[in-house]
């Protein structure tokens, strides 16, 4: 693949794919990968690893799609850095990968790393090389072709997360039609239509996600008490509190009856974490009483298991207030 036939490639997955394909048949290293990182993990989005009868080593890598390491441990996290070289013929004479902690599980006797990032600059992840034996050193002359490969995955990676919002938008207006009436929320069809269309987005790019369940403690009894009207009036307390704390790109659903379901979109552990903390004080500010339940989608997990996660966290902390009173 030239740089030409790259260009003309404008879908990522696909050019992914072209790239490893083309730098494994032009450097000859065993595996190639294109990764996210998030956070401390290292997520493997493509691979391109050399079938048996193509390589002289009896080793082999099998890394799959969507395994997942610590950013940390890796060559690419001393690279981006600039602790090692894009290229090392021999990782054994660079002290940053020699020393790397994911030598153990993934032998590489050579590496070629170059970051990709999104179109403001951030790192997203990276296109790497590794094969289990030294090459020779004239693969450093390699450096500004697989530079130029990485730019060009880069600049497409960007095009599409730039999309995406204005998808994010257009998957709003389709689940239009799915509005609960009483509180202007998506009901649980427009929920499911959504979170099809994340995980599909989760799934190319490695998005992480938060999902939230929650189920208010006293809507039936204020049903029973106070009237309906009382009861509505809780439950558009609710969306509206839930609503003030997500961002346009979110979802707040009402499941139906009391339950309530929120996803945020690119959101990681801390960000969940101090959304839990609004969450709550936005109920209480709205005179509300909610069991609450969270989950983060990581590797392995799609949305839909995410949320029975969350489900389930919430039905434990109604089962602990049920035990209180």
Known sequence: M?????CMINDFAAAAQATMAYLRRRLGLQLWMVTRTEGDDWIVLYTDEAAAKDTDSAFRYDIAPGQSFRWTDTFCARMVLGHGPGIAPSTQEVEAYAQAPLAERLPAGAYVGVPLRRSDGSLFGTLCGLDPQAQPDAIRDELDTVTLMGELLSRILGSELDAGT??????RADADATRDPLTGLVNRRGWDLLVQREEERCSRYGHSACVVS???DDLQFTNDTQG?????????????????VTRGTDTVARMGGDEFAMLMVECDYFDAQSLLVRVQEA?????VRAALGMAL????????ETFAMAD??????????????
């Open 2 to 6: 030239n740089t030409e036939e790259a």
């Open 214 to 216: 929650l189920d208010l």
């Open 283 to 287: 109920l209480a500010a709205a005179d």
């Open 312 to 325: 389930a966290e919430m039905s434990r902390a109604k089962r602990s207030k049920k035990v209180l009173n």
């Open 166 to 171: 204005a998808s994010r938008h257009a998957d």
């Open 228 to 244: 309906k009207a009382a009861g509505d009036s809780m439950l558009v307390r609710a969306a509206r509190a839930l609503e003030g």
């Open 297 to 304: 989608r990581k590797p392995g997990y799609d949305l839909e």
